[in-house]
Nanobody, 123 residues
Protein backbone atom coordinates (compact mmCIF):
# COMPACT_ATOMS: atom_id res chain seq x y z
CA UNK A 1 0.00 0.00 0.00
CA UNK A 2 1.30 3.43 -0.95
CA UNK A 3 1.46 6.19 1.64
CA UNK A 4 2.17 9.84 0.86
CA UNK A 5 3.22 12.64 3.20
CA UNK A 6 3.40 16.26 2.05
CA UNK A 7 5.59 18.95 3.59
CA UNK A 8 6.86 22.42 2.81
CA UNK A 9 3.68 24.46 2.96
CA UNK A 10 3.42 27.73 4.82
CA UNK A 11 2.80 31.45 4.61
CA UNK A 12 4.59 33.49 1.96
CA UNK A 13 4.21 36.96 0.51
CA UNK A 14 3.09 37.51 -3.06
CA UNK A 15 6.00 37.06 -5.43
CA UNK A 16 7.73 34.60 -3.13
CA UNK A 17 8.57 30.92 -3.57
CA UNK A 18 7.90 27.63 -1.82
CA UNK A 19 9.06 24.10 -2.46
CA UNK A 20 6.64 21.34 -1.54
CA UNK A 21 7.77 17.77 -1.04
CA UNK A 22 5.88 14.51 -1.21
CA UNK A 23 7.48 11.49 0.45
CA UNK A 24 6.12 8.27 -1.00
CA UNK A 25 6.43 4.89 0.69
CA UNK A 26 5.93 1.61 -1.09
CA UNK A 27 7.82 -0.56 -3.51
CA UNK A 28 5.82 0.63 -6.52
CA UNK A 29 7.11 4.22 -6.45
CA UNK A 30 9.47 3.76 -9.37
CA UNK A 31 6.50 2.69 -11.53
CA UNK A 32 4.06 5.30 -10.24
CA UNK A 33 2.89 8.61 -11.56
CA UNK A 34 2.76 11.24 -8.82
CA UNK A 35 0.65 14.35 -9.13
CA UNK A 36 -0.03 17.54 -7.25
CA UNK A 37 -3.53 18.92 -6.88
CA UNK A 38 -4.78 21.89 -4.92
CA UNK A 39 -8.09 22.85 -3.41
CA UNK A 40 -8.97 26.36 -2.39
CA UNK A 41 -11.73 27.04 0.10
CA UNK A 42 -15.11 26.55 -1.55
CA UNK A 43 -13.64 25.35 -4.84
CA UNK A 44 -13.15 22.01 -6.55
CA UNK A 45 -9.87 20.16 -6.44
CA UNK A 46 -7.64 21.41 -9.27
CA UNK A 47 -4.84 19.67 -11.14
CA UNK A 48 -1.43 21.35 -10.79
CA UNK A 49 1.22 19.00 -12.19
CA UNK A 50 2.11 15.34 -12.63
CA UNK A 51 5.31 13.43 -13.28
CA UNK A 52 5.36 9.91 -14.63
CA UNK A 53 7.74 7.11 -13.71
CA UNK A 54 9.70 7.85 -16.89
CA UNK A 55 10.00 11.53 -16.04
CA UNK A 56 7.23 12.71 -18.37
CA UNK A 57 5.74 15.94 -17.00
CA UNK A 58 2.36 17.56 -17.54
CA UNK A 59 1.28 20.87 -16.03
CA UNK A 60 -2.06 22.43 -15.33
CA UNK A 61 -3.23 25.55 -17.07
CA UNK A 62 -1.98 27.94 -14.40
CA UNK A 63 1.32 26.21 -13.60
CA UNK A 64 1.94 25.84 -17.33
CA UNK A 65 2.66 29.55 -17.32
CA UNK A 66 6.11 28.61 -16.10
CA UNK A 67 5.76 29.36 -12.42
CA UNK A 68 5.69 25.77 -11.14
CA UNK A 69 8.08 22.88 -11.76
CA UNK A 70 7.77 19.24 -10.71
CA UNK A 71 10.69 16.90 -10.01
CA UNK A 72 11.14 13.36 -8.76
CA UNK A 73 13.96 11.50 -7.04
CA UNK A 74 13.52 7.76 -7.46
CA UNK A 75 16.30 7.00 -4.98
CA UNK A 76 14.70 8.98 -2.17
CA UNK A 77 11.09 8.24 -3.22
CA UNK A 78 10.43 11.95 -3.29
CA UNK A 79 8.47 14.24 -5.60
CA UNK A 80 8.90 18.00 -5.27
CA UNK A 81 6.92 20.95 -6.54
CA UNK A 82 8.84 24.18 -6.90
CA UNK A 83 6.48 27.16 -6.91
CA UNK A 84 7.75 30.60 -7.87
CA UNK A 85 6.08 34.00 -8.26
CA UNK A 86 3.30 32.93 -5.94
CA UNK A 87 0.11 34.95 -5.94
CA UNK A 88 -2.82 35.13 -3.50
CA UNK A 89 -4.87 33.01 -5.93
CA UNK A 90 -2.41 30.17 -5.27
CA UNK A 91 -3.65 29.94 -1.69
CA UNK A 92 -4.98 26.41 -1.19
CA UNK A 93 -4.36 23.06 0.40
CA UNK A 94 -1.92 21.20 -1.83
CA UNK A 95 -2.21 17.42 -2.10
CA UNK A 96 0.03 14.85 -3.71
CA UNK A 97 -1.43 11.67 -5.15
CA UNK A 98 -0.03 8.54 -6.75
CA UNK A 99 -1.20 5.94 -9.23
CA UNK A 100 0.38 3.01 -11.01
CA UNK A 101 0.81 3.44 -14.72
CA UNK A 102 0.50 6.46 -16.97
CA UNK A 103 0.08 10.08 -16.00
CA UNK A 104 -3.46 11.34 -15.50
CA UNK A 105 -4.80 14.79 -14.67
CA UNK A 106 -8.14 13.96 -13.06
CA UNK A 107 -8.31 13.39 -9.30
CA UNK A 108 -10.70 10.47 -9.91
CA UNK A 109 -7.80 8.53 -11.45
CA UNK A 110 -5.78 8.56 -8.21
CA UNK A 111 -6.39 6.10 -5.38
CA UNK A 112 -3.60 7.13 -3.00
CA UNK A 113 -3.55 10.59 -1.42
CA UNK A 114 -1.62 12.49 1.18
CA UNK A 115 -3.20 14.58 3.93
CA UNK A 116 -2.35 17.88 2.26
CA UNK A 117 -0.25 20.89 3.17
CA UNK A 118 -1.56 24.45 3.45
CA UNK A 119 -0.08 27.17 1.26
CA UNK A 120 -1.12 30.73 2.04
CA UNK A 121 0.02 33.66 -0.07
CA UNK A 122 -0.50 37.12 1.36
CA UNK A 123 -0.88 40.22 -0.79
Amino acid sequence: QVQLVESGGGLVQAGGSLRLSCAVSGRTFSRSAVAWFRQALGKEREFVAVIGWSGLKTYGEDSAKGRFSIFRNNVKNLVSLQMDELQPDDTAVYYCAARSGNVKTSPEDYASWGQGTQVTVSS
